[in-house]
């Protein structure tokens, strides 16, 4: 494993554990582009609210459930190319 692909592993790892402990909503368009996929799945049939510029957002409470999943129950249910994490915007995401 390359010294990228742990700073990826790690950053990832942080940002879901950052999920489970943070009571926020966070638009859409605030998920890292490698696990949307995974948080739009995870969202089907759930209550999604828009904010005042007309973004989808999702409750903290459900971010933190698919964060759980992720982590304790399924995994990701695709690979995700720790080469294409960007790390810097994990972290950003996080300090959000």
């Known amino acids: ?3 990228h692909d742990q700073e990826a592993y790690r950053a ?3 940002y879901l554990t950052h999920l ?3 009571a926020q909503d966070k638009s859409f368009d605030d998920v890292p582009a490698p696990l ?4 739009e799945a995870f ?3 759930k209550t999604v609210y828009h904010d005042a510029a007309d973004r989808p957002m999702i409750y903290a409470h459900d ?3 698919w964060a759980h999943q992720v982590i304790h129950v399924s995994g990701l249910e695709y690979p995700v190319s720790l ?3 960007d790390v810097n ?5 996080i300090a959000a």
């Open 20 to 22: 489970l402990t943070t």
């Open 63 to 65: 971010l933190a459930a």
């Open 36 to 39: 949307r996929a995974s948080v």
């Open 12 to 14: 990832l790892r942080s």
């Open 1 to 3: 494993m390359t010294r």
């Open 83 to 85: 080469a294409n994490v």
């Open 43 to 45: 969202m089907q049939g």
């Open 89 to 93: 915007q994990l972290r950003q995401a």
